[in-house]
């Protein structure tokens, strides 16, 4: 749309600020300030969603706009043409987080589409359409969502994001590895070729890939939900105080680029990333954190062959399998635990960013497994399945990312369980552009006859996941893309898996 049109739709130019707040004259604002990261929305809820934008003079010139805070206009309107304005304010740029504008719009219907924008001055940001969620308290029979993972800028394109134009869903779900903090070589260069080591550092790199085109079009769009998989930030359990800042640095640029609602506090290594919604009574979804109160990764490092996957998969030694180890952390078990016994939905989904299922691997005659994934946790995961069984829960469902590469399965006990044991299926959604090299596939793919309750793998392939759920069924489309190594790839649905309401297990369509 033009802006001119929007400008005289909206009436912007005459618009009083709705609130009095001390701010920086328009003089102190840096010429040329605007709005080159584009508009993003997140974190929506049935009533409110997060609008989302940075000032900034251009995406490579993170200097502050002005010395201290900055006025932003926004307005959100229920029509694409920004004529019918419902809701207006100011949002206060905080040069703390780097010029980052963070609106939670409230009061808003549910289930309905809105478009939005900000202005600075004589700027106006590009329109940006976003869309609450369905109410948790009325009847809802069909939602439609997206999941998205690992996103490595050097790897390749981001253009998988493009071909959700049509898909019409209500939200896009990010499992984590927004941003890689490793360079790997490949079709483009990250700005430098060392790991973020400051603040500046990892804003520099959250700008970067903010730079994507389909990722830009994917925001303007699209609400995102965003969770943190083990490239977004140090995820490690320390105590030592250099990597807990930088751990802090990670966290305020990982919030300060994306539309979500809780503010970390500053140069503190801890931030909300738990989530949690209703979908009407037809989906539950659970989103816990995974990265900041998980016992130690690695315990079996020290026993296994290095020079095998890279050492990402590691022997089973009786470390990892002590029934204390938790990935999830008491007080969070005990939430997830609520969540499983409280629900009414028909679809019950534990998004955890990691795979669920068990997987045995087979090296040298020792049984390996990948220990950063809920293998790592089995104790707590029999606990979580123990109650699945006890709460007679409503179809359960595991989504995660992280593997980069589609895999889906019935999620059983133990590896090698008859998949008609099942207590959950899980859909592990391919990467955007993340590879998966044959070090790590091939011995996956060499294990699949001794774990038959894996329906689907395959790690040559990028793109999203489609599900669309209805109270008669889940339905999950693997859409995949062409190619990544250059723009332009197009995406399809490759396969496509269906799990028929209060049948466990899942089946192709
Ligand atoms: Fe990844």
Redesign the pocket.
């Given at each position: 749309m033009k802006r001119r049109h929007f400008l005289a739709g909206a009436g912007l130019a005459l618009a009083a600020p709705a609130l009095t707040i001390r701010s920086v004259s328009a003089q102190a604002v840096a010429a040329g300030a605007g709005f080159p990261f584009s508009v993003a929305s997140g974190d929506p809820t049935s009533d409110a969603v997060v609008l989302w934008t940075r000032l900034a003079r251009a995406v490579d010139d993170l200097t502050p706009v002005a010395a201290g805070p900055v006025e932003v206009e926004w307005i959100v309107a229920s029509d694409e043409k920004m004529s019918d304005v419902v809701r207006r304010g100011i949002g206060i740029a905080r040069p703390e987080f780097g010029h980052s504008v963070h609106v939670d719009v409230e009061g808003l219907q549910p289930d309905r589409s809105y478009w939005y924008a900000f202005r600075l001055g004589g700027e106006i940001s590009p329109v940006g359409r976003t869309r609450t969620l369905p109410s948790a308290l009325a009847p809802h029979s069909r939602f439609r969502f997206n999941v998205v993972?690992?996103q490595?800028w050097e790897n390749g394109y981001f253009d998988a994001y493009d071909g959700m134009a049509d898909d019409d869903a209500s939200l896009v779900l990010h499992m984590?590895?927004y941003i890689?903090e490793v360079g790997r070589g490949g079709v483009r260069s990250h700005e430098s070729k060392t790991a973020p080591a400051t603040l500046a550092d990892y804003r520099r790199r959250h700008a970067l890939y903010k730079t994507d085109t389909a990722l830009r079009r994917a925001h303007e769009r699209m609400p995102f939900m965003v969770t943190l998989?083990?490239?977004d930030a140090l995820t490690e359990d320390t105590s030592d105080m250099a990597k807990l800042k930088l751990r802090a640095a990670a966290y305020q640029a990982w919030y300060e680029f994306q539309p979500v609602r809780h503010a970390p506090a500053l140069s503190n290594p801890a931030m909300q990333i738990l989530r949690d919604r209703d979908i009407g009574n037809l989906l539950r979804l659970s989103i816990p954190d995974t990265r900041q109160f998980k016992d130690r990764e690695s315990s079996c490092a020290s026993d296994s062959d290095k020079n095998f996957a890279f050492g990402v998969f590691q022997k089973a030694c009786d470390a990892a399998s002590a029934a204390d180890r938790s990935m999830l952390g008491a007080p969070q078990e005990a939430w997830l635990d609520e969540r499983l016994k409280t629900s009414k939905a028909r679809w019950n989904v534990i998004a955890s960013t990691v795979m669920m299922t068990p997987f045995d691997m087979d090296h040298g005659g020792e049984l390996y497994r990948y220990l950063q994934s809920w293998d790592g946790y089995p104790a707590e995961r029999a606990r979580i399945l123990d109650r699945i069984e006890k709460y007679k829960v409503g179809n359960p469902i595991a989504i995660a990312?992280?593997i980069?590469s589609n895999l889906v399965s019935d999620v059983v006990r133990r590896a090698g369980d008859d998949p008609k044991t099942a207590l959950m299926s899980e859909f592990v959604g391919t990467?955007i552009s993340?590879l998966w090299p044959d070090q790590l596939a091939k011995p996956m793919q060499a294990a699949l006859p001794a774990n038959p309750h894996i329906r689907h793998y395959e790690h040559t392939r990028r793109g999203y996941l489609r599900m669309t759920v209805t109270e008669d069924r889940w339905t999950t489309d693997l859409r995949t893309i062409e190619f990544t190594d250059k723009p332009g790839g197009k995406v399809s649905t490759e396969k496509s898996f269906v799990v028929e309401n209060g049948q466990a297990g899942v089946k192709a369509a």
């Open positions: 993972s690992c490595h984590g590895d890689y998989d083990n490239h990312g992280d980069h990467s993340s």
